[in-house]
């Protein structure tokens, strides 16, 4: 991605080729599916992401009608992964 330095000039990280960013398309893509299935099917349970500064409950409009309960409803995590478990390949640049 592109991104302007400290010094204020353009610089770039590490690119994705072509064939990476359409595995991340595709992935995006299954997983909007996958929660549109959900949806229809009726199964979306309320399950709020947990962050370091708090969870969604924190801002959302609907908090006075939702019975979302933390002490009895379970919160989920954030999960992060590296480009390399996303990619589904072996970490070649170690070095940057």
Known sequence: PAFKSKD???SSGRLLSEEEYSKIERLA???VKAFGDAILQGSYP???LQRD???ACTYCAFR???RFDPSYCAVRK???HSDAEILGREE???NG
Request: charged content about 35%.
């Open 92 to 94: 070649e640049d170690q």
């Open 46 to 48: 309320i399950a709020p």
């Open 64 to 66: 006075s009608v939702c």
């Open 8 to 10: 204020g000039k353009l």
């Open 78 to 80: 954030e999960e992060t």
């Open 29 to 31: 893509v299954e997983k």
């Open 53 to 55: 500064w708090g969870s």
